[in-house]
């Protein structure tokens, strides 16, 4: 059976910042999940390693690309 491969700094990472861009639009879990059929709250955790795919879907809804998405992040954060 396959290891699975974790950059817990890159995760939580990507975690406070899909909250901020949460909390800075105002809108909770549920309506995140009720518009992108993504559950924010468990990347936001944690408790799930995040897709690519999932990471576009949320970009697009939250208004911005998957470039703006990651900038600010050192070479450092990213593993």
């Not at 009720?34 to 939250?62: A, D, M, P, Q, V």
């Amino acid at each position: 059976m396959g290891r699975e491969r974790y950059d817990y700094e890159l995760l939580k990472w990507t975690a406070d910042r899909l909250k901020a861009l949460r909390e800075e639009r105002g809108l909770s879990q549920e309506t995140v999940y009720f518009h992108t059929n993504i559950n924010i709250g468990r990347i936001e955790i944690g408790k799930s390693n995040i897709s690519l795919t999932s990471l576009s879907i949320l970009c697009k809804y939250f208004g911005i690309s998957i470039e703006d998405f990651f900038k600010g992040i050192s070479t450092e954060q990213a593993g």
